[in-house]
């Protein structure tokens, strides 16, 4: 069993930056591959990025490459998505989520099953 718990949400000007942190409970973190989703209201949930369980391979979306990284820090149990850049479009509910079924990352919400509660981020233009 894995607990997640995002942080790091926040209202921040068009151009700015923030960086989310995810903390996971349990011994075995570094087993999971990590990814990074978002959700508006009505709308279906995200991929934004995913990285694999020693942060050698790393997935980005589209939208936002270029512009947001992932990185984790197994002695810490955590991930984290450093968002720069940020748009107005980037407003959304982020999730943090951890699959044990995959090896490597992956951009379907089927693949994880952890989830944690979401943190706003808000960007005004």
């Known amino acids: 069993q894995v607990q997640l718990v995002e942080s790091g949400g926040g209202l921040v000007q068009a151009g700015g930056s923030l960086r989310l942190s995810c903390a996971a409970s349990?011994?075995?973190?570094?087993?999971?591959?990590m990814g990074w989703f978002r959700q508006a209201p009505e709308k279906e949930r995200e991929f934004v990025a995913a990285?694999?369980?020693?942060?050698?391979?790393?997935y980005i979306a589209d939208s936002v490459k270029g512009r947001f990284t992932i990185s984790r820090d197994n002695a810490k149990n955590t991930v984290y998505l450093q968002m720069n850049s940020l748009k107005p479009e980037d407003t959304d509910v982020y999730y943090c989520?951890?699959?044990?079924?995959?090896?490597?990352?992956?951009?379907?919400?089927?693949?994880?099953?952890?989830w944690g509660q979401g943190t706003q981020v808000t960007v005004s233009s």
């Open positions: 349990g011994r075995t973190f570094s087993n999971y591959v």
């Open positions: 989520a951890a699959s044990r079924f995959v090896l490597l990352p992956s951009r379907y919400t089927y693949d994880y099953n952890y």
């Open positions: 990285l694999s369980w020693n942060g050698r391979q790393t």
